[in-house]
């Protein structure tokens, strides 16, 4: 009997982002448990290169020709014009039909016993209904590394919204198995779909265990920084920060030479209302917060810049609502380096359970403290010394992608 899987996913590398990860390790490890994978995703991104890199055993990268994708170029540009007016992030419905033609001639010519689907994007998913709709014999599973309805980043207007609970639940139902990021997802599911909550599990993030990553060597420098390094979006805006850093400084409770906030990536802070706009460019002036990097960097130069930091910021927020159905993909990072974290992060969340557990140092403040605590709390990172701490034996052994894929493997067997 064959054992082989095909994983759908339309991010994946040469593209970098949190995105690729679940797809990239299940197509990797899954083999380690005796299953022949083949992924499944797409040739070309909306704003980033389509060059061709040299492409992993087993990967087709659609469309193929030189015609589709040019063709698929332009269709991915109308698609980004139409969400965007439709308050829409949700890109490759468009790549969706070159993965169907490409997955029905793989189907067709070899044994697949099983199909993974991964998100985001959504129209991952959506490849995988049609394709279990035209091969009903394949056992499927729909990995949700974030919620789809529910997701604090995700507010399309009410005629799409319509189309997302129309679509979730075609999803829902016509999968083996559906798999949450949280159990704070897995528990909102479970109650909106109680006939199917034997069928909902949990695939957590986590780390690559063959990606080296260690605190380096502390580089001399006038204050000590607190490092932010990617993209800041919707409402992960640390406003209570910047509140917090004004009001210290301006008490003299921090003295130039204490601490450097610093972002390393691009930063959208088109939340922020006019006064605490106003914050932000007296800290910038003074010398508090600076940008250091503001476009795309890869992975690995943003893990660089990442360990050399004195302290890791940690952004688990989604103003105005401070859901607590996520756990930022960083933060599995920063365990891994070790060094002292300050995490912005709703009590009772993923991330601070996590955080309780990890063996690491670390300063946990909620959206609704009060400036006086998270003034303590900013002063109390402070008094940590930078240096490296292991991580706990509980971390590592729970959140190893190989971990990862053996329980997804124990699900395809089953």
């Known amino acids: 009997m064959s054992n082989r899987v095909l994983v759908v996913s339309y991010y994946f590398p040469p593209f970098s982002g949190p995105g690729t990860q679940h797809a990239v390790w299940f197509h990797r490890y899954l083999r380690d448990f005796g299953f022949d994978t083949v992924a499944l995703t797409s040739s070309v991104y909306f704003r980033e290169s389509a060059n061709e890199p040299e492409i992993p055993d087993g990967v087709w990268r659609v469309p193929v020709s030189d015609f589709g994708r040019r063709l698929s170029h332009h269709l991915h540009h109308a698609e980004a014009w139409g969400q965007a007016r439709m308050r829409m992030w949700d890109r490759g419905f468009a790549w969706s039909c070159f993965a169907l033609q490409r997955a029905q001639r793989l189907l067709e010519q070899n044994q697949f016993t099983a199909m993974v689907s991964v998100s985001p994007s959504i129209s991952s998913h959506w490849t995988a209904y049609w394709i279990k709709q035209r091969f009903p014999h394949l056992k499927w599973i729909a990995d949700f590394q974030d919620p789809f309805?529910?997701?604090?980043?995700?507010?399309?207007?009410?005629?799409?919204?319509?189309?997302?609970?129309?679509?979730?639940?075609?999803?829902?139902?016509?999968?083996?198995?559906?798999?949450?990021?949280?159990?704070?997802?897995?528990?909102?599911?479970?109650?909106?779909?109680?006939?199917?909550?034997?069928?909902?599990?949990?695939?957590?993030?986590?780390?690559?265990?063959?990606?080296?990553?260690?605190?380096?060597?502390?580089?001399?420098?006038?204050?000590?920084?607190?490092?932010?390094?990617?993209?800041?979006?919707?409402?992960?805006?640390?406003?209570?920060?910047?509140?917090?850093?004004?009001?210290?400084?301006?008490?003299?409770?921090?003295?130039?030479?204490?601490?450097?906030?610093?972002?390393?990536?691009?930063?959208?802070?088109?939340?922020?209302?006019?006064?605490?706009?106003?914050?932000?460019?007296?800290?910038?002036?003074?010398?508090?917060?600076?940008?250091?990097?503001?476009?795309?960097?890869?992975?690995?130069?943003?893990?660089?810049?990442?360990?050399?930091?004195?302290?890791?910021?940690?952004?688990?927020?989604?103003?105005?609502?401070?859901?607590?159905?996520?756990?930022?993909?960083?933060?599995?990072?920063?365990?891994?380096?070790?060094?002292?974290?300050?995490?912005?992060?709703?009590?009772?969340?993923?991330?601070?359970?996590?955080?309780?557990?990890?063996?690491?140092?670390?300063?946990?403040?909620?959206?609704?403290?009060t400036p006086d605590q998270v003034d303590s709390g900013i002063l109390s990172l402070l008094q940590l010394p930078p240096a490296a701490s292991a991580a706990s034996p509980w971390f590592l052994g729970t959140f190893d992608a190989r971990r990862l894929a053996q329980s997804l493997a124990d699900r395809l067997r089953a």
């Not at 991330?351 to 946990?364: D, F, N, T």
């Open 149 to 369: 309805l529910g997701n604090p980043f995700r507010r399309p207007r009410r005629v799409v919204g319509l189309l997302d609970e129309s679509l979730e639940r075609a999803i829902f139902t016509s999968a083996s198995y559906i798999s949450a990021n949280t159990d704070t997802v897995q528990r909102m599911w479970r109650e909106r779909y109680p006939k199917l909550r034997d069928r909902i599990v949990v695939t957590w993030g986590g780390y690559d265990p063959e990606e080296p990553m260690a605190a380096r060597p502390l580089p001399q420098r006038p204050a000590p920084v607190l490092l932010h390094a990617g993209s800041v979006y919707g409402g992960r805006i640390p406003i209570g920060l910047f509140r917090s850093l004004c009001r210290l400084v301006r008490g003299g409770r921090l003295r130039p030479n204490d601490l450097v906030v610093e972002f390393f990536g691009p930063a959208d802070l088109s939340w922020l209302e006019p006064p605490d706009r106003a914050r932000l460019e007296e800290l910038r002036a003074g010398g508090w917060v600076v940008h250091s990097h503001d476009g795309y960097a890869p992975r690995h130069e943003a893990i660089r810049v990442t360990e050399q930091a004195d302290y890791q910021l940690l952004l688990d927020l989604t103003y105005p609502h401070n859901t607590k159905l996520q756990v930022p993909s960083k933060l599995f990072d920063y365990i891994r380096i070790g060094r002292p974290i300050l995490a912005f992060t709703p009590h009772g969340s993923p991330a601070e359970y996590i955080l309780s557990r990890s063996g690491i140092p670390h300063i946990a403040l909620a959206p609704d403290d």
